[in-house]
């Protein structure tokens, strides 16, 4: 190794450290990492006082992170980047189109049968799912596994108020498609909502004068065999925050009606309701698994 290194040296000295890696892979991203790292520090003349800043920045994301708040999920969806992997990998194809996971996801979601309330007792005005999961050709896809995911009425997902709940699930579910390819479910109404800005990403979007605003949406994550996974949400049409999401997830092929009725109507499981209510119905298609 060299000693006596300059800023037009460094890069490939420390690029020559990854020759001898064991995966391929591993090393041409890490060798196109330090290129692309240390060109942005010597484009930008990145002082001293700003490294310490950006370091101390990711330690308290860390910090702040866990297994029901994930802030590093959170800085790549306001950077964008999680779309762009998501752009980069599923970019193409017939089958529904995909947009990132988000921070909220958990593992241990409760396993639900098809036509459940999946509210967690949550209050709010009744909303009622009804999903077909179907392949390239149109065909029903039986047995596929459903998780779906979102806020309450106020915009707070069931991990950010866990003292509430008493450590309970809610809004949230794992289902299967039925034979036919159709998965169903009872909630409520979710809403639209910042995300959150008390930890370091919200210290980004503050100072960028950003909107931490997410419009109103329901997550989407299928697995079936044979078939691709496919992440993804459905907006509501009208929501005032669409063009302005602060993760950059919004498409408009997923953005759809949430079709209000009065009380009195039937509600699609039957029930005749008391209240005013909404239904969502949506098709998903999921693209063959890739060779």
């Excluded at 034979?179 to 169903?184: A, L, N, Q, V």
């Amino acid at each position: 190794m060299s000693i006596d290194l300059t800023e037009e040296t460094i890069t490939a000295e420390v690029q020559k450290t990854f020759d001898g890696a064991a995966d391929d892979r591993m090393r041409e991203i890490f060798v196109k990492l330090v290129q692309h790292l240390h060109d942005f520090t010597r484009e930008v003349r990145l002082t001293g006082e700003e490294w310490f800043t950006a370091v101390d920045f990711l330690e308290r994301i860390g910090r702040i992170s866990s297994p029901t708040r994930q802030e590093f999920v959170l800085l790549s969806d306001i950077l964008g980047l999680s779309v762009l992997v998501d752009q980069l990998n599923h970019g193409s194809g017939s089958a529904t189109d995909s947009t990132l996971l988000g921070p909220f996801y958990v593992e241990g979601r409760p396993r639900a049968e098809n036509g459940a309330d999946i509210s967690g007792g949550v209050p709010g005005m009744p909303l009622f799912f009804s999903g077909t999961v179907v392949d390239a050709g149109g065909r029903p896809v039986a047995g596929a596994d459903v998780d779906t995911w979102h806020s309450d009425s106020e915009g707070f997902y069931d991990v950010q108020q866990a003292d509430k709940l008493h450590g309970e699930p809610a809004m949230r579910a794992w289902l299967k498609t039925d034979r036919d390819g159709r998965f169903s479910f009872r909630s409520i109404v979710p809403r639209y909502y910042p995300v959150p800005t008390d930890g370091p990403c919200g210290e980004i979007l503050r100072a960028a004068r950003r909107s931490p605003m997410r419009p109103e949406h329901i997550h989407f994550w299928f697995h079936a065999p044979g078939h691709e996974p496919l992440v993804t949400m459905l907006f509501r049409r009208g929501d005032p925050y669409l063009e302005q999401d602060a993760v950059f997830g919004v498409k408009r092929s997923l953005v759809t009606s949430f079709v209000p009725h009065e009380a009195g109507e039937t509600a699609p499981d039957g029930t005749e309701m008391d209240e005013p209510f909404q239904t969502v119905e949506w098709t998903f298609t999921l693209d063959p698994a890739r060779r």
